[in-house]
């Protein structure tokens, strides 16, 4: 379901909450951020999608951190159990579960704002403010790429169970189906970037000169102040977070 903020709104809030999240640095913000994030795509009607692509990239990562840092962190002095040059150490834990829940909540607002931002909206909306078309198409692509793979596999899924594709539980199984449907999905994707391209073509996205768009956004003045307020938020808490690691005059 496409949110009823201005595009820019939700690029802005979801830009800031990531900016103000990694400056901050506080596992309890991170983790308040992403439930907050979770909650808002339930809401919307995206819980699910968000969820599933926000498992996808954030699971490898999690293990992935807890492997390195939990087990293998040099600055670790704590130490809870040890196997040869292997420890688990307190800080390990500490700088892991911060850098997972950190990466977590930005990973979780921005795929909020990608499955929920209306990608016509958005192109229009950039434009209006003086940018090329063809920055706004290549961002709200960038954007929409994993909703659109995401609604396309699910096609592919659907379309394959109808025509007899029966998935078991076991592990062969799935992969055997995985490599199946990445086929005509890739296919798939392939043509509609062709289908894309000469859209473009007809638009005149390639021709010089000024441009039109018979697409207008209606920007309040409550939602313009708003973006202002959260980006002097988000430049505050990168100021302290700068400030808080500039070492002190007359220490190296």
């Not at 819980?47 to 954030?58: E, M, P």
């Not at 999905?185 to 894309?196: W, Y």
Request: glycine letters at 10%; aromatic letters at 6%.
């Amino acid at each position: 379901m496409p949110s009823t903020l201005h595009p820019l709104t939700s690029l802005t809030a979801a830009g800031c909450a990531a900016v103000m999240t990694t400056a901050a640095g506080h596992w309890p913000l991170s983790v308040a951020v992403a439930l907050a994030a979770a909650l808002l795509a339930i809401r919307a009607g995206v819980g699910r999608r968000v969820l599933a692509a926000a498992a996808a990239v954030l699971l490898p990562l999690g293990l992935s951190l807890l492997m390195l840092h939990g087990l293998f962190f040099p600055e670790g002095r704590t130490v809870l159990a040890a196997w040869g040059p292997a420890r688990v150490t307190v800080e390990g834990l500490s700088f892991a579960l911060e850098a997972g829940t950190r990466t977590g909540a930005c990973v979780l607002v921005l795929l909020l704002f990608s499955f929920t931002v209306s990608a016509p909206d958005l192109v229009a909306a950039l434009a209006a403010r003086g940018l090329p078309p063809q920055f706004g198409f290549v961002l709200a692509s960038a954007l929409t790429l994993l909703p659109a793979m995401a609604g396309r596999l699910d096609a592919v899924r659907a379309a394959q169970e109808a025509r007899g594709l029966v998935v078991r539980g076991g592990v062969v199984s799935r992969l055997v189906a995985v490599r199946v449907q990445m086929v005509p999905l890739v296919l798939g994707l392939m043509e509609d970037s062709g289908n894309r391209a000469q859209a473009l073509d007809a638009r005149g996205f390639g021709t010089p000169g000024p441009t039109t768009s018979y697409r207008e956004v209606q920007d309040p003045p409550a939602q313009r102040r708003f973006r202002a307020a959260l980006l002097v938020l988000a430049g505050t808490a990168v100021a302290l977070r700068l400030g808080a690691s500039w070492p002190a005059p007359g220490f190296p």
